[in-house]
């Protein structure tokens, strides 16, 4: 197992001498796996690595595990970062599924430990068995192309070593090597449509169809991923040379409408998908097929958020609406670093954590905070009644309602401010002002670079 691990680092390149690597161990047995092999291989490869482990709050035995990985990394001589977030209520704020709530905050947690410790690299756990689970979940539902490629060995500074090793073979590893994994129940309870397709639907597979079904479906998700490359490439392509014009607000978008129906059907679909994302849309099968018809024989259709795709001789229009029919605010994890958009106020916010600068020349969309002065995780939501906070050069802590009306901001716009809150606290009025509490000093030595940019 160790061989195959260290060619598929070689093959996809996933580590470079001097890389920081950011561990995600859970406690289970694939996370340390994880830790075990890519320790074996740190010097070989030239890496350092930091565990990263987040309770999700969600589970009785959470403490235990915290406790078991914190006890582990000591062991091995590895620095780690222990936290815990409220996946529940995030769920509740963003009407996810706990699995997706978990998913989104726990990669969240990462990145955000990536930054704080200077790392170049996420690693995680996900093997064969994940692969050909998330192939399976992604055909049941419909997916094409995009959704059937699955997970990808790099994707930016995620890592996935493990992406071709069994779960069995990471079974028999941990026992070899004398690893005591923790176990989760959750990963036994059936009315999880992932741990149905684990427990019932890939025995089966391998019962009845083919005992090598992971290894199948595994290398059919590698297929699949090159050609997606090829096929993205000639979409984006295709897209940019029937693009006409595009609002710089972003409201509207003009497609060739005669040109785009002389392409292959697939193309149209992507270019379709394209075009609704580049207005902060995400449309599903039948209604890219709505829009094909409509590019084909006239009319006009209404995609999601009332987007209106309307057909006029040789153009195909694409018209948001000038307001929203309904606003009911928003809520995001800042990722740090990357880019955070807010599709609700037009508006994206990319972080970094550098070096504080010695001068400032910036403009308003612009925010510089002492780093360590932070509590993680940091929200962008928008602005809520009673809101306080203490303005940079100002003398005490005055409702944002307030401050708004002293700088006289448009009533209309100020639900659309993203605020920045940290804890308990706003730390910035996104392109507005920044909270004297956070402000970077002489004494700064890490700065939490915040740029507000307009979305998409």
């Not at 906070?389 to 700088?407: A, C, E, Y």
Request: glycine residues 8%; proline residues 5%; contains cysteine.
């Amino acid at each position: 197992m160790l061989e195959r691990v260290r060619q598929t680092i070689r093959r996809y390149e996933l580590l470079e001498p001097g890389d920081k690597v950011v561990v995600g161990v859970s406690g289970g047995p694939d996370s340390l796996a994880l830790l075990h092999v890519l320790n074996t291989l740190r010097e070989e490869f030239c890496c350092t690595l930091h565990v990263a482990h987040l309770n999700h709050c969600l589970r009785p035995d959470a403490e235990a595990d915290a406790e078991y990985v914190r006890k582990l990394a000591a062991e091995w001589g590895l620095e780690a970062t222990i936290e815990g977030r409220d996946v529940a209520a995030y769920q509740r704020a963003k009407h996810l599924s706990l699995e997706e709530a978990a998913r989104e905050v726990r990669y969240s947690f990462l990145q955000e430990v990536a930054a704080t410790v200077g790392a170049t690299k996420i690693a995680v756990g996900h093997q064969a068995d994940d692969q050909a689970e998330t192939v399976l979940l992604n055909l049941l539902r419909g997916s094409g192309l995009t959704g059937l490629k699955a997970m990808v060995p790099r994707r930016g500074q995620i890592i996935r070593p493990l992406l071709f090793i069994s779960r069995e073979e990471i079974e028999e590893y941990c026992q070899r090597q004398g690893i005591n994994p923790r176990r989760d129940f959750t990963n036994e309870d059936l009315t999880l449509r992932r741990n149905k397709i684990r427990h019932l639907l890939l025995p089966f597979l391998a019962r009845e169809f083919n005992p090598a079904i992971i290894r199948a479906l595994s290398r059919t998700a590698v297929i699949l991923q090159e050609e997606e490359e090829i096929l993205a490439g000639l979409a984006k392509e295709a897209f940019n040379g029937l693009l006409k014009e595009k609002d710089r607000d972003g409201k509207n978008l003009v497609l060739n409408r005669q040109k785009m129906l002389t392409m292959p059907v697939g193309l149209q679909r992507r270019v379709l998908r394209l075009a609704a994302s580049a207005l902060g849309r995400t449309v599903d099968f039948e209604q890219v097929e709505g829009a094909r018809e409509a590019a084909l024989r006239g009319g006009v259709i209404s995609w999601p958020g009332h987007l209106k795709v309307e057909a006029r001789e040789t153009e195909l229009v694409f018209i948001l609406p000038q307001e929203k029919a309904q606003f009911d605010g928003f809520f995001h994890y800042l990722q740090v670093p990357g880019l955070t958009p807010i599709p609700e106020a037009g508006w994206a916010i990319r972080a970094e954590v550098t070096a504080p600068p010695s001068v400032f020349s910036g403009g308003e969309d612009e925010a510089w905070l002492d780093w360590d002065k932070i509590h993680r995780p940091l929200i962008v939501r928008n602005w809520r009644p009673g809101d306080k906070f203490h303005p940079l050069g100002m003398v005490g802590r005055k409702k944002l309602q307030d401050f708004f009306s002293d700088i006289r901001f448009p009533v209309a716009r100020r639900r659309l401010v993203p605020v920045i809150v940290c804890g308990e606290h706003i730390a910035w009025v996104a392109g507005l002002r920044l909270a004297d509490d956070f402000k970077i000093t002489p004494a700064t030595r890490r700065a939490l670079h915040l740029k507000l940019e307009p979305w998409p």
